[in-house]
Structure formats: structure tokens, C-alpha cells
């Protein structure tokens, strides 16, 4: 008996101790957790839940064909609400009310999407440590002292006293929660079973998390910092002529000679102190000693370069009569997709287009009289202002020479584990001190950005879903203010339009440009330029707008900005095309948008291959060069010499600015744009910034060229030999779309495509043309195409995942579906027909 | 060893409504009631009945996703293959049917004169 029991209590035991541990993070388990904590095991998810067929990861493993249920039943829907899926996933959603309508967007984007809007929202707010751990705390910190909550916060409550948009970010907020309420387990995105966590409830303040985060995406480059180290070292000249106002031969998005037909307002002419800002004349605040040990950069600028094209053409040049309309964002390349396509139809509106996961409504895309599209405008709208506290206690800073009161912020971060990080972040009335202690100096920065007041960007897109006409479409804009964005426009009325379209601060010249003096109210900004001041054009001349990040304005007009990168290629080659072509298609535009001319390589190099002698190059140097001076200046994914070139302009880029790469202070600067270098190169060979000063030799741009060159030639060699690939501009290149957590198996890499940034077809290695749409008006109706890098289901175990990937990469678009009755579809013509309906109580 | 497609169905269903460690618990009850002669019988009708339960159901869903999510989380948790994966799925599903019958078994035997 007794043996009986106890072979029974060892059994029960083993068994015990089995589903212990299965059912733990290895991270997480008694005595062993601990000898894990480094090691990569930690992190394993519990793998007698993660690896059971019936509710872990085997359950995410989809097939092709997506089994999507015929009816659904929901709480909170007003009246039936009917979902078309097409052979792509892209759901048309026909509501009976707008309630409904957004409601139920909530809930599909929520059901191929959850994972990614809650992630996104989490970095948004810096809360990554909750999912990822003590890895996250540094950039949860920085991602606080930043703002983006704070902001969001105020968006949120000033949405609540709107009765446009606020009940549409309801809605669709309900419609999320809708979904989330119905997952259990199994039905958890993959991303939730692999880290072991669990989707929280989602919020209006995630909504506007996520417009806060674009708008940090796209205004969040401010290079002052960088400049004033510049210019305290080297002084204001250099400043001004690395990183002009304006270059010459720029092309604006406002043709040249365009007359300003306003009064413009002055920028507070009353304030002596403002038209010449703290008692200097250079434009920035006399707070930097000028030996310069004052400024290290806080954080290194990771992004990559953001930018996009847009341009509408008019019935004068284009075959069919009517207007056609293109855009390409061009963001970070990542998975799941920054976009999602998505038809939304309900009494007065019938739109389609892309949106980001987390919002209501619709981005960017056409209606049946409109169409619009936007690129960024890049204007500094972010300043950093020095601030001086009375004493350690931070609870006063010097401003007009008396003392202000701070306030505080207390930030807990929640970290997977282990104890609460506290911070606390100062906020002043310019907004938060976001770099502390910050240099020999220890001096304190505070951050005045547009990004951090409330403004409503979901009107602007609410009423221009619905918009029917230029004067639909101007008013819709009025509300729209961060990020700032170039909106093209085109409609059935056969007009085109371009608006610059933001909220920009009435400065003095070159205010902003550099580090602000807090304590002086004479930096602050003081107004804003009128809205119908900022750069717009409706039917020009020339019968096509256009934009592509460049100057918006030629140096006529009346106001002061600046950006830290003006784009001076893309543009040029578009608006060159866009001139010399005729009778225009939708294909040719289509070859437009995939367009690999690399025109700064046009421009460089000749002036690159002036100072090289064949007769003083070896035959496999002698080969390169004849391989560069056949090159017919496309970047196209197969060929050799755009590899080559951008490994000698690489080289030959950090040989110039050895004072800004090699410096023994270690002091933050950024290069000028590149076609500041160029003209340098070209016109001055002889400038003092050729000199490497760290020999005692007296170098011109000649004895640059030919050690950059060689060394180009040797890199491609030892990059082939490490790779063990031919180097191919897409090898070289190695462009990846990688998953938004950073997991390597579900991420793509080495997508063979070319172009790269500067190039119309802007594809770089991580950034690129994160959706292609073109629009034609005919008179047989809309005829539409779009493409984006991903697949709208974002489960990485899906096919689905990255189907348009391969397409993308060639440059081929599918055939938009604008459906306008789902009862008129025939069998074939879509997937599957999901009917919503209410649950009567 | 009639028991072995007993504890298949019985787990398969309780794993459909219940958590993963509900099987342990299916595998036991059918153990206690069918009383194997044996508890070297009960864990080898558990180990398999479970294991088979678990590898049909991985084995389907992986072939209708052509292997493709497979294949990534082998890659993440660093394994050489796929198969790997599947064979740890279903091994660690037959451990908890094996130790899950086996102790029901013992609990009968208890009471057994």
C-alpha cells in the first residue's frame, strides 16, 4: 500500500513538475532563470503552451486561403454593415451610418493588424521595456523626454470638443476593443505567443499615440544641435555655406517666378531682440564657449531617409484628357506593412485607399471625384532652447530675467520582470527639457515642437475622404498642421492643385537654425504664418504640380524656413520628365515612379573622373573606370557600376568632411546635403575643407580623388569575397524590409530592386517606396493601381505576409478594386463576403 | 491497447476548450478509468495517444501552411530544420500524455487490492 502511494506521488510529482515547467519563460524558472538571465534561452516562450498544436504558434500557421468567418455578430453596430474580401485581402466595408463604418474598420484592421498597432503605439509612448524588458529602458527614456504622450494627451482632449472626428476615433476605438475582446489564446497574433504577452484594451489615446508617432517620424530630424556645434567651431560663414537657404538650381514646388498674391505679416517687428536674436549677430545664442567642448550628441540620428514624391498631371497632357495622379511615401521599410488598404463606403462617402493601422479613415487614396496624395514637407518645426535652472531643485529656470516655475512629469516605466524605472522629465513653457545634463557644460536643452500641440489631422482626412472638389479639399486642409505635407490634389473637374499644407512658426531670419536661448523671450516664437500663406498652386501653366521634399518655394517668397535636407534630385529629374512628356498613360507614369536615373551621379561624376589618370591605375583600376564611364547612370539592380560609384562617392564623401567625422572633440555635426558637396567640388577644388587636417600636406580635391577611388575598387572586391555574392547594385545595396521587432526570420532581406535615395525610385537599404498608387480619371470612371512592399495580413506565418513583395520589387502594380454596390458582384470578382450584424439585446 | 485512440480523442478535445495541460489531466482520467495492467502500459498508451493527438493536428495545420511558419520559428529558436520543431512538439506532447496516464493509472492502483 504504501509503496502504491508513493509510486503514485513520484508519478504526480514528475507530471507536476513537467507542466511547471513547460508552462514558464526559461527566464522565469527557480535556480536555472537565473544561470539563463544573458543568455538568448531566457526569452523562450513557455513551450507547453507556445508549441501545443490546439492553441500555441502551429494555430498562426494559416493557410494560403484565409478561412474568414461568413457572420459576425457585434455589440455596439447600429445596423448590418456588409465586408467585401477581394483576392488580396483588401476589405471594402459598406455601413449603413459612419458610426458603423469606422467601427467596423477598427475591427478588421484589429483582426489582420493587433500586433503592429499595439506595438507601434508602445514604442510611440515608450513603454517597449513592458514587452522586451531592460533592453527598452534607454529608448523608452528618450522616447518620454520626447513628449509624444504629453502630446497625445492634449490631442485627446482637445478631439473631445470636436463632434467631426472624436466620434470617428470612437468608433474606432470600439470597433478594435470589439476584436480584442473576442481573441482568446489561440487566435492571438504570433508576436504575443513568442514574447508571451497579451494585447491590452485599445484606447483614443492610442489613436492619437500613432499621429503623434508620424509626426515624429516626419519632423522628428532637427539638426540645430549639429549646426550650432558647426557653427561655433568654424564659424558662421561655414555655417552658411554648407547649409545655405537656398541652392541655385533648385526646382520648387511652386514654379519659379509664381507671384505671392497676399500682404505678408512681419515677423513681431516691435521686438528688436527677435530681428536680432540675443544680442549677436550670428543667429544663435552666444551660449557656447568657442573652443566647442559643449555639445556631444545625445542620441545618434538612426532613420533613414524619409522622403516621397507626388505629382498630378492635367487633361492637357495626358492621353485620355483627364487628370492622373501618383504618390510614393517613401518611409522605413518594415513588416507587418506601415499600410493597409482598405475601401470605406457609407451614405456620403465612398474612398479608397491606404491608412495606417490604428486610425480611422483613409490616408491616402481616391474618392469617385478626388484624388490625393501626399509627400512630406520637412520644414523645421522642432527647436531646442537652452534653459538655465535657478538650482539643483529644478523647480525654477531663468526667462526674462526673473525666474519661472517648472513642471514635473513624473514617467514610470514598467520593465518586463523587473522593478519600475522612474524619470522625471522638467517641462518648461516651451515644452520638455529633453536632453539633460548634457556635455562638459552640462547644459540643459528644452524642446518647443510643433508635434506637441493638439491639432486635428483626423478632420483634415475625415472631410477630405468625402471631399468632392478643390474647394472641399482646401477646406478639409485648414485643419491640418504636423506633420507638415505636401498635398497633391486632382479631381473629376479636371483641375490639379498642390498645397503645402502645415503649421509653420513666423520666424526671424534664421531663427530656429540653430540652439535657441530659452531665458530670452525674443527667441520664442511669436505667431505662426497664415494658412493661406503657405505655398499653393491650382492649375498651373505647366499643366502638372509636383513634389518631392524639396524647396517649396523659390527665394521670393516672403517668410523665413529652413530644413536640414532639401532634396535636390528627384525632384529635378521629375519635373524634367514630367516637362519633356506628352499625351501622357498611366504606364508611363507607372515608369516614372520606377524611374532609376541617378541624376546626382550625373552631376559628380564628371567632376569625380576629371582628377583620374588611366596611366596611373592598375588594370583592374583601369576596369572600374571604363566601367563608370559607360555607366548610363541608372541604378538598376543587375549592373556593376552603381555599386562602384556609391562606394567612391562614400569614400570620397568622408574624405572631405574628415572635420566633421574625424574629430579629435568628438563634437555632433552632419555632412552638408550632398549637393552642397558637389558644387564645392566642382567649383572650389581647392576649398579649405579639401584639406585632410590631419596631415601636414596642403590636400586639394585632386589628391582625394584617386586614394577614394582605389579604395572603392578594393572594397567591392572584399565585399565579395565576404559575401560571397557578385556585387550587383541590389546585392550591394541589400535592401530589407524587416520585421517591426526586429526578428530576423520574419523579415525579408536583399530584395533584388535598385534605385536608392535622391533617385526617383527611392529605395535605399531601409528605406523606400512604402506605397505606389496611380490614379486616372477616364470616362469610363476610375482606373486605379497600387502596390506596397508587405501583404495585408500581418501575421509573419501567413503567405499573405509579403505576397506584393516580389511585384513591388519589379516595379508592377495590381488593379485597384473600387467597388460601388457589394450586390452586384459576381462570384470571382472577390474572396469572401463577411455580414456584420448587431446583437439585439 | 484500445486506450491509446481514447486518450487521441479525449485529449484532442479537452486541448481544443481547455489549456495545454489539460491533456495531462485527459491522458489521467482515461488511465484511471481503463486501468491499464501496467503503469509501464499507461505512460507507452498516454505517450502515444497524446503524441499522436498533438502530431496530427502540427502535421496538418504545417502542411496546409506549406511548412512556412515552421520554418521561421525553427529559425528564431535556432534549430536546423523544421522537423526538428515538429519532432519537439510532439515529443513534449507525448511526455505530458505518458506522465499524465501513468499517474492515473497509479492513483487506480491504489485503491486495487
Given at each position: 500500500?504504501v ?12 507530471t ?8 514558464k ?18 526569452m ?5 503552451k507556445f508549441?501545443?498544436p490546439?492553441?500555441g ?5 494559416e493557410?494560403?486561403?484565409p ?30 451610418n459612419n ?33 522586451v ?8 527614456k528618450e522616447?518620454?523626454?520626447k ?27 470600439d ?18 505567443k ?45 555655417a ?8 541655385d ?27 536680432q ?11 557656447f564657449?568657442?573652443?566647442g567642448?559643449s555639445l ?42 506601415i ?10 462617402i ?23 496624395g ?15 535652472y535657478?538650482?539643483?531643485l ?7 530675467n ?7 512629469r ?6 518586463r ?24 557644460q552640462k ?35 485648414s485643419?491640418?498642421e ?41 527667441d ?25 521634399n ?11 524656413y ?5 532634396e ?46 588611366p596611366e ?13 564611364q559607360?555607366?548610363d547612370f541608372m ?56 584639406d ?59 530584395v ?32 486605379a493601381?497600387?502596390?506596397y ?36 458582384l459576381?462570384?470571382?470578382q472577390?474572396l ?10 | ?29 482515461i ?5 491499464p ?22 502535421l ?6 506549406q ?6 520559428i ?40
Open positions: 500500500m509503496s502504491k502511494i508513493l509510486r503514485f506521488t513520484g508519478s504526480l510529482l514528475v507536476c513538475a513537467l507542466v511547471f515547467v513547460l508552462g519563460q526559461p527566464g522565469q524558472l527557480p535556480v536555472v532563470g537565473a544561470k539563463l538571465q544573458n543568455s538568448p534561452a531566457a523562450l516562450p513557455p513551450l507547453g508549441l501545443n490546439f492553441g504558434f502551429w494555430q498562426n500557421a493557410a494560403p486561403i478561412v474568414i468567418s461568413p457572420k459576425t455578430a457585434l455589440e455596439k453596430l447600429q445596423a448590418p454593415v456588409k465586408v467585401v474580401f477581394d483576392d488580396r485581402l483588401v476589405p471594402h466595408i459598406f455601413a449603413q458610426h458603423d463604418l469606422y467601427f467596423v474598420q477598427g475591427y478588421i484592421t484589429a483582426s489582420m493588424r493587433l500586433w503592429q498597432m499595439e506595438f507601434q503605439t508602445h514604442a510611440a509612448a515608450g513603454r517597449i521595456s513592458e514587452i524588458g531592460s533592453r527598452g529602458i534607454e529608448f523608452d522616447q518620454r523626454r513628449g509624444l504622450t504629453y502630446a497625445a494627451e492634449k490631442l485627446v482632449q482637445m478631439l473631445g470638443t470636436d463632434t467631426i472626428a472624436d466620434p470617428a476615433v470612437h468608433a474606432y476605438t470597433g478594435v476593443n470589439a476584436y480584442i475582446n473576442s481573441l482568446s489564446y489561440r487566435n492571438l497574433p504570433v508576436e504575443y513568442l514574447m508571451n504577452y497579451e494585447p491590452e484594451p485599445w484606447t483614443t489615446l492610442k489613436c492619437a499615440l500613432l499621429q503623434k508617432k508620424m509626426a515624429d517620424d516626419l519632423t522628428g530630424n532637427s539638426a540645430d544641435i549639429e549646426y550650432t556645434n558647426l557653427a561655433t567651431v568654424m564659424g558662421k560663414e561655414a552658411t555655406l554648407l547649409y545655405p537657404q537656398y541652392l538650381g533648385q526646382d520648387p514646388i511652386i514654379p519659379p517666378g509664381t507671384k505671392w498674391n497676399f500682404t505678408p505679416v512681419k515677423p513681431s517687428g516691435n521686438n528688436p531682440a527677435t530681428a536674436p540675443a544680442a549677436n549677430k550670428t543667429g544663435f545664442a552666444p551660449v564657449p568657442a573652443n567642448h556631444q550628441l545625445p542620441q545618434p540620428e538612426t532613420e533613414p531617409t524619409v522622403g516621397s514624391n507626388n505629382w498630378a498631371v492635367n487633361g492637357s497632357k495626358t492621353l485620355s484628357g483627364k487628370p492622373i495622379l501618383c504618390n510614393d511615401p517613401h518611409l522605413q521599410l518594415n513588416l507587418p506593412s499600410w493597409f488598404e482598405t475601401q470605406l463606403t457609407a451614405p456620403g465612398n474612398v479608397y485607399g491606404v491608412t495606417i493601422p490604428g486610425g480611422p479613415g483613409i490616408v491616402i487614396g481616391f474618392n469617385d471625384h478626388i484624388a490625393w501626399v509627400t512630406n514637407a520637412g520644414i523645421d518645426v522642432k527647436d531646442w532652447y537652452t534653459v538655465t535657478k538650482d539643483s529644478k523647480n525654477e529656470y531663468k526667462y526674462n526673473s525666474w519661472k516655475k517648472t513642471e514635473k513624473i514617467e514610470t516605466i514598467k520593465v520582470s523587473l522593478p519600475d524605472v522612474i524619470d522625471t522629465v522638467i517641462y518648461t513653457h516651451l515644452g520638455p527639457v529633453a536632453v539633460e545634463n548634457y556635455g562638459p547644459q540643459n536643452l528644452a524642446l518647443h515642437w510643433k508635434a506637441h500641440d493638439a491639432s486635428n489631422e483626423f478632420k483634415t482626412f475625415y472631410l477630405l475622404n468625402r471631399a468632392k472638389n478643390y474647394t472641399d479639399y482646401e477646406q478639409a486642409l485643419y491640418y504636423c506633420p507638415a505635407q505636401n498635398f497633391a490634389f486632382a479631381d473629376t473637374d479636371g483641375d490639379i492643385a498642390i498645397w503645402q499644407q502645415g503649421k509653420f512658426p513666423l520666424r526671424y531670419k534664421e531663427q530656429g537654425k540653430f540652439v535657441l536661448d530659452g531665458s530670452n523671450p525674443a520664442e516664437w511669436q505667431a505662426y504664418i497664415p494658412t493661406a500663406h503657405n505655398p499653393h498652386i491650382l492649375n498651373p501653366k505647366r499643366g502638372f504640380v509636383s513634389s518631392a524639396q524647396h517649396p518655394t523659390d527665394p521670393t517668397y516672403p517668410y523665413y529652413q530644413a536640414n535636407d532639401f535636390y534630385y528627384r525632384n529635378r529629374r521629375i519635373n524634367r520628365r514630367l516637362q519633356e512628356m506628352d499625351s501622357i498613360t498611366v504606364k508611363d507614369l507607372q515608369q516614372l515612379q520606377f524611374d532609376n536615373y541617378n541624376l546626382q551621379a550625373a552631376e559628380s561624376l564628371p567632376v569625380m573622373l576629371r582628377y583620374l589618370k596611373e591605375l592598375d588594370s583592374s583600376q583601369q576596369a572600374g573606370l571604363q566601367t563608370l559607360k555607366w541604378n538598376n539592380p543587375d549592373d556593376s557600376a552603381p555599386a562602384l560609384y556609391e562606394a567612391f562617392w562614400q569614400n570620397l564623401l568622408t574624405a572631405i568632411w574628415d572635420e566633421i567625422n574625424n574629430r579629435p572633440d568628438s563634437l555632433a555635426m552632419v555632412y552638408p546635403e550632398n549637393a552642397v558637396t558637389i558644387r564645392l567640388m566642382d567649383k572650389q577644388p581647392d576649398s579649405k575643407y579639401m585632410i587636417a590631419s596631415t601636414p600636406e596642403k590636400e586639394t580635391l585632386k589628391d582625394l580623388v584617386k586614394p577614394a577611388f582605389v579604395k572603392a575598387i578594393a572594397n567591392i572586391v572584399e565585399w565579395s569575397a565576404k559575401n560571397q555574392q557578385l556585387a550587383t547594385w541590389a546585392n550591394y545595396k541589400g535592401t530589407s524590409v524587416m520585421h517591426l521587432a526586429r526578428i530576423d526570420a520574419f523579415s525579408v532581406k536583399n533584388q530592386t535598385g534605385g536608392n535615395y535622391g533617385i526617383v525610385n527611392a529605395t535605399g537599404k531601409r528605406a523606400g517606396p512604402s506605397w505606389r498608387m496611380v490614379v486616372a480619371y477616364t470616362k469610363n470612371g476610375i482606373e493601381y497600387g502596390i512592399p508587405g501583404g495585408q495580413n500581418g501575421n509573419p506565418g501567413s503567405p499573405n505576409y509579403t505576397q506584393f513583395l516580389d511585384k513591388w520589387a519589379k516595379g508592377e502594380y495590381y488593379s485597384l478594386n473600387y467597388y460601388t454596390n457589394p450586390d452586384s459576381k462570384a470571382g472577390f469572401s463576403i463577411t455580414e456584420f450584424e448587431p446583437i439585439k439585446k | 491497447m484500445k486506450i491509446t485512440p481514447l486518450i487521441t480523442i479525449t485529449a484532442a478535445i479537452a486541448a481544443w476548450f481547455f489549456p495545454w495541460w489539460s491533456v495531462v489531466i485527459a491522458a489521467g482520467i488511465g484511471l478509468i481503463a486501468n495492467k501496467t503503469s509501464a502500459l499507461a505512460y507507452a498508451a498516454g505517450f502515444a495517444g497524446v503524441g499522436l493527438a498533438w502530431s496530427a493536428y502540427a496538418f495545420l504545417n502542411f496546409q501552411n511548412g512556412l511558419l515552421a520554418g521561421k525553427a529559425t528564431i529558436f535556432h534549430l536546423p530544420n523544421s522537423t526538428t520543431l515538429i519532432s519537439i512538439t510532439i515529443l513534449i506532447g507525448s511526455l505530458l500524455g505518458g506522465f499524465g496516464c501513468m499517474t492515473g493509472a497509479l492513483l487506480r492502483k491504489i485503491f486495487e487490492k
